[in-house]
């Protein structure tokens, strides 16, 4: 079957849709084009875009595949990012970035070095709310792995700073003394990134089951790509890479298997680019109103 296209007018019909496995989406791109891909993969644990028998085998020969055929379409210098939980599964847990890991570890073996992928950043994910358990510590974070294809990448700090906590501090003593220590532009957003995720009343919430907010593929791109680049994400979902894309001029491709996400993309996507999107703002999280009833202790309570 032909996969079905969506292009999108925007940077000259540049944003393209395919409702299709990601692996016939890839066949059709050349090497060395794309300057960045960032995903989500299923975690192959029963979602309802998952097959019932889809285990961690299944997870390993996916993603094996995906990332071969993603390293090859990254130009030099371009990064892979690749956000990535937990497979649970009869209570035990399984970290997806250790097998992504090991995935591109041994995938580089065959590579020459030039385009072999290098692990920079193991960026923690960190939200405040979700589900809370009884029998373990409540999970209230994941990960995103950032690679580059060979060494040579840029990375544009400025573009993502954010504020510092103290901005008013100074220099005690030394040459400097006096001046302010903190950058003016903010502070380096660090490896922990606090940025609430997508539950039932978040502005962005869409009916995908499992939506990653904006905010991520937002920083990913303003740090590693340049407007114009080529941005990709191969397990598109609800589109919150391809919305961050053209909220960034940025071009972009990305492939959803199931038909009710691409609309949702689609929809999405025509909203980035007439602005009345609804994005939560890559800002700090604000810290509870002690004035506020809901934030005070109840009498009853016994902690
Ligand atoms: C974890 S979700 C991505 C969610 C996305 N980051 C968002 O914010 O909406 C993974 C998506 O990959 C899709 N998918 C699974 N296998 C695929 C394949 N072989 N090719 C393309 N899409 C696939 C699923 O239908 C699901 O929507």
């Not at 791109?221 to 919150?240: N, Q, Y």
Request: proline share 6%; net charge positive; glycine share 6%.
């Amino acid at each position: 079957m032909k996969p079905k296209i969506h292009l999108i007018s925007f940077l000259d019909n540049d944003i393209q849709l395919f409702n299709d496995d990601c692996m016939n989406v890839f066949s059709n791109i050349p090497n060395n084009s794309i300057s960045l891909i960032v995903t989500s993969p299923p975690y192959c644990m029963g979602k309802e875009y998952e097959n019932i028998t889809d285990d961690i085998n299944s997870f390993i020969n996916l993603n094996s595949k995906v990332i071969k055929e993603s390293i090859r379409v990254l130009k030099n210098g371009g990064s892979l990012c690749w956000q990535t939980g937990f497979h649970v599964k009869n209570s035990i847990s399984i970290p997806l970035d250790i097998i992504i890991y090991n995935i591109v570890e041994k995938i580089n073996r065959e590579l020459e070095d030039k385009d072999k992928l290098i692990l920079h950043n193991r960026i923690v994910w960190t939200f405040g709310h979700g589900l809370n358990s009884e029998k373990r510590f409540s999970g209230r974070y994941e990960t995103i792995l950032w690679f580059t294809k060979g060494n040579e990448y840029s990375f544009d700090l400025d573009s993502i700073r954010i504020p510092q906590k103290y901005p008013g501090k100074k220099y005690s003593r030394g040459k400097k003394a006096g001046e302010y220590s903190g950058n003016p532009l903010g502070k380096n957003p660090s490896d922990v990134w606090d940025i609430p995720n997508v539950k039932a009343n978040h502005v962005e919430k869409t009916s995908h089951p499992c939506q990653f907010p904006v905010a991520i593929p937002q920083r990913l791109i303003k740090a590693l790509t340049k407007p114009g680049d080529w941005v990709m994400d191969p397990f598109l979902g609800s589109g919150t890479t391809a919305v961050a894309a053209v909220l960034e001029k940025r071009r972009f491709i990305g492939s959803e298997i199931k038909k009710e996400y691409i609309e949702i993309c689609k929809e999405r996507i025509e909203k980035a680019i007439d602005g009345s999107i609804l994005v939560r703002p890559d800002v700090p999280v604000s810290e509870p109103d002690l004035k506020q009833k809901v934030a005070q202790k109840p009498k009853e309570f016994k902690w």
